[in-house]
């Protein structure tokens, strides 16, 4: 015999819904900070509908076989946020001026801004992490075969920002104005200008000159901490919107693992 469903409960025996203004009398503190927190991101979802581009970004399937050679891409990301972080905190002090004043503001952030060296330090290390990290990406999607169809362009984006994280890492280098940033600058520049066609262009650009002259400091200061960092801002936002829309390599052997199974089922 097949069972009846239970008769709905009579209407005085159902608990009301609390009254607008009256709450369920067992609410604390807490729940009133959780129910806040909700209420905004609802208020806020309801007019712009985010949660459904945050669910389309973070909520992915990824292929069987993801490891962590896959975090470096992520790795970059974070290498690349904590330099404009704690750049943002070292140009609140430096002062690009070629006579003595780069050179003095570098040095008083070290030695006397509070938390100076610490963050002088994260931006120099910080820099040499993100190239190791850029090319340690770089590899990985070359020998998981990542730039292959149909993420050609997503390869092309990642060598333009192989290119701009160098050129960050070369118009630092020149900013603690010191006898070393001055004279690998000027080599680094003169073997610019030997390249062929735009070399000897590129390196009056890059001197604002034919040599190095009292506007190479900020032309250089300016292209480090505002025209490159906006280009690779601009440009991670679509290499992470191609991720998310094609998804994720499978690694190579996992490929051929499934090779493998269909030559065993086809035969
Ligand atoms: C600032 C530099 C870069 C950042 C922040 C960055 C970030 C990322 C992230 C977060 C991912 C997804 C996760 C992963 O696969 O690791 C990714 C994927 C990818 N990146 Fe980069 N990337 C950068 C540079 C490069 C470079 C230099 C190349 C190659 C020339 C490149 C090519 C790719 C490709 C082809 C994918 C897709 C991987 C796949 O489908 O498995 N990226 N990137």
């Not at 030695?111 to 990406?137: A, C, P």
């Not at 993420?151 to 006898?179: H, S």
């Not at 066609?197 to 901490?225: K, Q, V």
């Not at 998310?244 to 089922?265: D, F, M, Y």
């Amino acid at each position: 015999m097949p069972k009846l469903p239970a008769p709905p409960l009579p209407a005085p025996l159902k608990t009301p819904p609390p009254l607008p203004g009256q709450g369920n009398g067992e609410a604390g503190p807490l729940e009133d900070a959780k129910q806040a927190g909700i209420t905004v991101v609802d208020w806020v979802d309801e007019r712009t509908s985010l949660s459904g581009a945050a669910r389309w970004l973070m909520f992915r399937k990824v292929p069987k076989g993801t490891n962590w050679f896959y975090t470096l891409g992520s790795a970059t990301m974070f290498a690349f946020l904590n330099q404009v972080v704690t750049g943002v905190f070292l140009a609140m002090y430096y002062r690009p001026e070629p006579a003595g004043g780069a050179y003095e503001s570098v040095r008083y952030i070290t030695n006397e801004v509070f938390l100076g060296q610490f963050v002088r330090g994260m931006h120099k290390w910080g820099s040499s992490v993100m190239v190791v990290l850029v090319f340690l990406h770089m590899g990985r999607t070359f020998f998981f075969g990542a730039y292959k169809y149909p993420r050609e362009l997503n390869w092309v984006i990642g060598v333009v920002l192989l290119i701009l994280t160098m050129v960050m890492a070369f118009t630092g280098y020149l900013l603690p104005f010191d006898q070393r940033a001055f004279w690998a600058t000027t080599v680094g520049v003169n073997i610019n200008g030997t390249g062929p066609l735009i070399g000897p262009y590129l390196s009056d650009f890059l001197y604002g000159g034919t040599e190095f002259n009292a506007t190479t400091l900020s032309r250089f200061y300016a292209i480090h901490m505002l025209i490159v960092p906006g280009l690779i801002a601009a440009l991670i936002g679509a290499h992470l919107y191609l991720v998310a829309k094609l998804g994720t390599t499978a690694p190579p052997w996992q490929k051929l693992h499934k090779r493998h199974e269909l030559i065993e089922t086809e035969v």
